[in-house]
């Protein structure tokens, strides 16, 4: 990969004119250079004469998908950004998107146009810190060869290199952190009552692992947990999530069903693999109950992460509102919580939660509160 480019290339691809004249009219005094193909042959003959930093492409169209067509963009241009704009939102599209063109954002029409420049200026960032990471790789391998002639000084500056490359790598990281919160928010966004609850409950899960003292390896692994603890329900049908009143036998039935098709889901994609199992089983009874599932798993089968999750997925679910009551009163869910201390909750969560919700009262479930989750990415 040569240096950084002095302007970058975007390259739209669609087979709707419109959509293409619209975004380089909206784009037109960014100071970027937009170009446009109609179609996936034109594209890959487009890239091969100039090239481009970033592609975003249509789903639907004629020769070619836009998954093949990112899957072959991947493998001839590995470096560029890539990119999926649709009106398609199907978790099969994006997780095919995902496995096969390892996308960077999926971005649904019609879009919001801060949203889409800003995307696009953080895909050039992207692209820029891969560069920038390259090259200190190739720095650090070349002064490895030299190190055993190195005075002190010079090894001073390899250690500067290193430290520099780490936090290149923490960047990436938050990089794949806001795609998963993207992914979270397309999954509630199906239901108006839900909305921000997998924030929420991620928001509450590590501060409540927080509160149990547990490493900061775990804490990140409870707060990714807990954004996509729902994300099977992408998979159970709208009528379902939707319905203003409770869930009869069968649909019930149907709703439990979104652990398992979540932990699908998820299975294909390598930095999520230990997330799975604390997906699979975030609606665990502690004391083995049939009324856990899927499994029926008991006490410390249950994965730590998961007895956290279900925790606090509860005390977000009492105190929301939803379409058949309103949001329950602080002193219930206190009393929910005691009530199936030992039953339903591990009891080392439930009083931890406790002691949080006594010491910070309404203000810990207030609706806009963030996690600082970098903290630990970075610490």
């Known amino acids: 990969m040569g240096p950084l480019v002095s302007q970058h290339t975007v390259l739209f691809v669609d087979d709707e004119v419109n959509i ?86 999926l971005i649904t029409k019609p879009w919001n146009d801060e949203e889409l420049r800003a995307t696009l200026r953080q895909a050039f960032d992207h692209y820029d810190l891969k560069c920038e990471i390259k090259r200190l790789n190739q720095v650090t391998r070349e002064q490895n060869f030299k190190l055993q002639d190195m005075n002190r000084n010079l090894e001073g500056k390899v250690r500067e290199r290193t430290k520099q490359l780490d936090l290149k790598h923490q960047e990436l990281r938050r990089a794949y952190v806001q795609t998963i919160a ?8 199906k239901d108006t009552y839900t909305r921000g609850h997998s924030e929420r409950v991620g928001v509450y899960a590590s501060k409540l692992a927080r509160e149990l003292s547990l490493p900061k390896e775990v804490i990140e692994r409870v707060y990714i947990a807990g954004l996509l603890h729902d994300v099977g329900k992408i998979g159970v049908r709208d009528a379902v999530i939707t319905k203003p009143a409770r869930l009869n036998d069968e649909e019930y039935e149907e709703i439990k069903l979104h652990p398992e098709i979540g932990a699908r889901i998820l299975e294909p994609v390598d930095f999520l693999r230990d997330i799975v199992p604390c997906v699979r089983h975030h609606h665990e009874w502690y004391d083995g109950s049939e009324m856990g599932y899927p499994e029926g798993l008991r006490g410390d089968r249950i994965p730590l992460p998961s007895r956290v999750i279900l925790v606090s997925d509860t005390v977000e679910a009492m105190s929301s509102d939803r379409p058949y009551r309103k949001g329950l009163p602080m002193e219930a869910v206190l009393s929910e919580l005691s009530k199936y201390s030992g039953s339903q909750f591990d009891p080392k969560c439930a009083d931890g939660m406790l002691r949080l919700l006594d010491r910070e009262g309404d203000a810990f479930i207030k609706r806009d509160q963030k996690f600082d989750i970098y903290e630990f990415i970075e610490g």
């Open 182 to 189: 993207a992914l979270a928010e397309a999954v509630d966004a």
């Open 20 to 105: 293409l004249k619209s975004l380089q009219r909206l784009l037109r005094h960014d100071g970027w250079n937009v170009v446009t193909a109609g179609r996936a042959s034109e594209a890959l003959e487009q890239l091969d004469r100039q090239p481009a930093q970033v592609v975003v492409t249509d789903q639907r169209m004629p020769e070619m998908s836009g998954v093949d067509l990112l899957s072959a963009i991947r493998a001839k241009h590995p470096d560029m950004v890539r990119m999926m704009l649709t009106g398609y939102t199907e978790m099969n599209v994006a997780v095919e998107a995902i496995n096969r063109g390892e996308i960077y954002r």
